[in-house]
């Protein structure tokens, strides 16, 4: 034993003697885990019902947990002290510990682990001599209690050594006192503390026990094609289409395990339908699992909200195919056969409120379309009657997504600087004689319209708004306002949070409403045929070549795939890219051969590609798109990731806005880079600078500020500099201002050097040439503090219908104000 283990057996000899561990079920004292140095220290909080209710905060320390007996619970609400009384050092096997202590024995009753994690700061020697000295400070990585956290010790009162646990202010912090009462269950089995007492098996505990290695194994789900109508005839089988996370379920042996579409086990994640499939025989299902909404639609929103620390609605799996039944492999049986086993398998199941077959829907495929949409659905799924169960995408499988329709009251356009007479609509909702602002409409036209709309437009402006227009406050500063004469059919994918339009395209002119009079349609719009397909190949006339061309070999998404993600995200990402040179990531033969970083078009490329000359004109002109055809084009020519200039034409030397990149060290964890990003947000707040989050697909975080265009490369660039050299200069053990690798080990490098002309920035939604096809994504301050990595999202698993993260960012009107150039310059 060496002295370092001898230490960490003395220092639970208080722990062992206090306790009988013939009677106990409590973890008997260890000599201490041996830990690798790059391990993270853990850290678990214990609710505890005994003499006293109180909750149990422990650190390991050294090898043992340090612990305190925190009456109330901790509490994140800052300035908040909360009283800790220092305890005897518990096993590092006591972090694992939830059940009953038996009574006669010390400390009797329940405990649940109500929260466990990692915690940062300090190293063991640093944390000892500050224990000593009675003043603790760390950063908590736990699933319910997060960021920085003091300990300071108050004295003693006899043999208590009483301490305070106060919450720092930060990004975690709470404006109220409500972190202990907010979770009544355990973070690990999910019980409460009545299932506890009463020894009721966790699933999690049960199914560990069974022999789940006889469970069937995984298999890669058939994925559906996205079309722009529905199919018709006998051949067709339709179904609702579901928004929720698509889910194998595995059955056999009395268990079952949950999977999601590429393989990662979510069992735990989904507790309530996993014990309930557990009666099921062996099997294999393919489904979703969903949260229902009062009206019985599925609510990703809902959904996500129960998966993180939002209200726990109930959770469903939708079964909608079966792929084994027992030992048999029924993959090559027709759909309409496979559906016979799978009501089969069911007909006795008795909770269908946790697992329930998806209806066969009766009726005309467009019709059941029309439906759905007037309802509010997500839309339909049409599959062939005889197709065969086949790994990856089908044409057999169709996805066809509701659109709605309504008419819309034109008060104005956005000027377009590429010489069209427009570059957006902005409409409004008309009811009776109140118009309130419902957003732009920005796709849909041709040059046709164009013309034809730009005449009536230009005998139409106004100095001034509508009289009496309701949410003026969203309206961007740029549009030119007109007489609400005109009135427009528009296509769209529902609304906002703030009630606007989403993805808004032009259908046509309403000439059959008189200008005089306001005109409402009714909310619920009906689906009318596009008037071009939705992937991006097809919708912009591009052809799409090698469309089976395998881009990203670990995920199996070929060239299709990353085409129509596009031509989905395309209402996002353009408004990004409007007149912005770009730089293009090309992996012609997908991202394990060559890649190139190209900054200039290629001849052959044509459609939707804007050529921009060189503003030093020593180089071959650069390129922005146009569009979705730029897209499609960029697509085309093995173009993978989308890189934007910091300024829009027609004057790139004045920038439109400020990016920060937070580029970690390998040796840095995520939950740092996200802590840093919020260091950063305050210090740009203080200097009165509105900015936005975006996890970037690869290692790090952006923190964008949008700018108003009257300030020059100079200005931005000394200010971000400036803004970087000062952290670094504060906190030099956490982040460095210049690129040098060497220097930057452990650290984070504050990236401002995207901060001068034709430099370029990842754009908001770009795919990243990463082996999982994560996306470079905007997320809402709040958001960021729950995300556990830079690549929350990915091609397959990002929801782009329900994504509204940087509500405003094209409304923020500011500049850097001279006192705070002046002082991050000087």
Request: with cysteine; hydrophobic share 40%; charged share 25%.
């Amino acid at each position: 034993m060496t002295s370092r283990t001898k230490t960490q057996a003395l220092r639970l000899n208080t722990y062992a003697a206090k306790r009988d561990f013939k009677r106990t079920p409590e973890p008997p004292p260890t000599r201490g885990t041996a830990r690798n140095k790059s391990q993270s220290h853990i850290f678990v909080v214990q609710h505890h019902i005994a003499r006293r209710d109180h909750f149990d905060l422990r650190l390991e320390i050294d090898g043992t947990l340090k612990s305190w007996a925190v009456t109330r619970g901790p509490s994140a609400l800052p300035g908040t002290r909360r009283l800790a009384v220092r305890t005897e050092d518990h096993p590092l096997d006591y972090a694992s510990f939830e059940g009953v202590i038996p009574e006669k024995s010390y400390g009797a009753g329940t405990v649940m682990l109500w929260d466990h994690g990692t915690w940062s700061g300090a190293s063991d020697k640093e944390m000892l001599h500050n224990l000593t000295q009675g003043h603790l400070k760390f950063t908590l990585h736990g699933a319910r209690i997060r960021g920085r956290w003091a300990l300071v010790r108050m004295g003693h009162e006899g043999q208590r050594e009483n301490w305070l646990l106060v919450k720092d202010r930060d990004a975690y912090a709470e404006d109220d006192d409500s972190l202990a009462a907010r979770y009544s269950t355990s973070v690990v089995s999910g019980r409460s503390m009545d299932e506890i007492a009463e020894g009721r098996a966790s699933y999690r505990q049960a199914s560990s026990s069974r022999k789940t290695t006889s469970l069937l194994k995984f298999i890669p789900p058939m994925l559906c094609t996205l079309a722009d109508k529905v199919p018709e005839g006998r051949d067709w089988l339709y179904e609702m289409k579901y928004d929720g996370y698509r889910t194998e379920l595995i059955t056999g042996n009395g268990a079952a395990r949950l999977f999601t579409r590429n393989g990662h086990d979510w069992t735990d994640r989904f507790p309530d339908i996993a014990e309930a499939a557990a009666t099921i025989p062996p099997a294999i299902l393919d489904g979703e699992v969903v949260v229902f909404d009062a009206h019985g639609l599925s609510d990703f929103g809902a959904l996500a909200a129960a998966l993180g620390s939002g209200p726990k609605a109930p959770m469903t799996f939708i079964a909608f195919d079966v792929l084994r039944t027992g030992k048999r492999d029924v993959r090559g049986q027709s759909l309409s056969k496979r559906k016979a086993h799978l009501d089969t398998l069911l007909a006795t199941f008795g909770k269908p409120e946790l697992i329930r077959i998806a209806p066969t829907l009766q009726g005309s495929g467009p019709k059941l379309l029309e439906r759905i949409a007037k309802s509010g659905g997500e839309g339909i799924i049409a599959k062939r009657a005889g197709s065969t169960y086949r790994s990856g995408r089908s044409k057999s499988w169709l996805k066809i997504k509701a659109i709605a329709r309504e008419d819309a009251v034109v008060i104005g356009f956005t000027p377009s600087s590429a010489g069209r007479p427009f570059a957006s609509l902005a409409v409004a909702q008309s009811d009776g004689d109140r118009l309130r602002y419902w957003g732009r409409v920005g796709t849909g036209f041709s040059a046709r319209t164009d013309n034809e709309l730009g005449a009536k437009l230009s005998r139409l402006v106004r100095p001034s708004p509508p009289e009496g227009l309701e949410g003026l406050d969203l309206v961007p500063k740029k549009v030119r306002w007109v007489a609400p004469e005109l009135r427009i059919a528009v296509q769209h994918r529902g609304k906002t949070v703030n009630g606007l339009l989403r993805a808004a395209r032009y259908v046509g002119l309403r000439e059959d409403l008189s200008s005089g009079k306001s005109h409402r349609s009714s909310l619920r719009g009906s689906p009318v045929p596009s008037p071009s397909r939705q992937t991006v190949s097809r919708d912009t006339k591009v052809p799409l070549t090698h469309g089976s061309r395998v881009i990203f070999p670990k995920v199996g998404l070929t060239k299709r795939d990353l085409a129509d993600y596009y031509a989905e995200a395309a209402d996002l990402i353009l408004p990004h890219l409007e007149n912005r040179p770009i730089s293009v990531v090309r992996a012609p033969d997908g991202i394990d051969g060559e890649t190139f970083f190209q900054r200039h078009p290629m001849k052959a490329m044509k459609a939707g590609i804007i050529r921009v000359p060189d503003p030093a004109k020593s180089h071959p002109d650069y390129m922005a798109l146009d569009g979705s055809p730029g897209l499609a084009t960029v697509v085309q020519f093995g173009g993978i990731e989308l890189h934007g200039w910091g300024a829009r034409l027609p004057d790139l030397n004045a920038p439109d806005r400020m990016v920060f990149d937070l580029d970690p060290d390998g040796e840095v964890s995520f939950a740092t880079v996200r802590d840093s990003a919020f260091l950063v947000k305050e210090v740009l707040s203080s200097a009165g600078l509105k900015s936005f989050a975006m996890a970037t697909g690869g290692k790090g975080v952006h923190v964008v500020v949008p700018l108003n265009r009257t300030q020059t490369w100079d200005d931005i660039s000394g200010f971000a500099s400036g803004l970087a050299r000062r952290l670094a200069k504060l906190e030099p053990g956490s982040f460095v201002a210049t690129a040098s690798k060497s220097r930057r080990k452990g650290r984070i490098f504050i990236d401002w050097l995207r901060n001068k002309a034709m430099a370029t920035a990842i754009v908001p939604y770009s795919v990243r040439a990463r082996d999982v096809a994560s996306i470079a994504c905007p997320v809402s301050w709040s958001a960021l503090k729950d995300l556990e990595s830079a690549k929350p999202y990915t091609v397959e698993t990002i929801r782009l219908s329900s994504r509204q993260p940087w509500a405003g960012y094209f409304n923020v009107d500011q500049a850097i104000a001279p006192r705070a150039l002046e002082m991050m310059t000087s």
